[in-house]
């Protein structure tokens, strides 16, 4: 079981920038399918982005073409640079590891989770 502890969300204005790390421990990810998903106050937890062991990428619609996502397998390391961010981007993030290489766009392809951290959007 791979640990998963992510840091840099916080408050922002609409229009600005967030880079979001996670930082892997415990087992080494560069074979796992990567994820990043968000839970809005009073949501369902919902898929955001992936990267898969060859850095293949797929984003959800809400989010491609502002948000980017990328790995760093010699620091064990994900990021996610989330540009132009928007009032309903609102919600606590979440870092995840695929190790079946299946469902890499479901809650139910991830079996370890990291805490989450909060990024908070204002108008």
């Known amino acids: 079981q791979v640990q998963l502890v992510e840091s840099g969300g916080g408050l922002v204005q609409a229009g600005g920038s967030l880079r979001l790390a996670c930082a892997a421990s415990?087992?080494?990810?560069?074979?796992?399918?990567m994820g990043w998903f968000r839970q809005a106050p009073g949501k369902e937890r919902e898929f955001v982005a992936y990267?898969?062991?060859?850095?293949?990428?797929y984003y959800a619609d809400s989010v491609k073409g502002r948000f980017t996502i990328s790995r760093d397998n010699a620091k064990n390391m994900v990021h996610l640079q989330m540009n132009s961010l928007k009032p309903e981007d609102t919600a606590v993030y979440y870092c995840?590891?695929?190790?079946?290489?299946?469902?890499?766009?479901?809650?139910?392809?991830?079996?370890?989770w990291g805490q989450g951290t909060h990024v908070t959007v204002s108008s």
């Open positions: 990267i898969s062991w060859t850095e293949q990428t």
């Open positions: 415990g087992r080494t990810i560069s074979r796992y399918t």
């Open positions: 995840a590891a695929n190790r079946i290489g299946a469902y890499k766009d479901s809650r139910d392809g991830y079996d370890s």
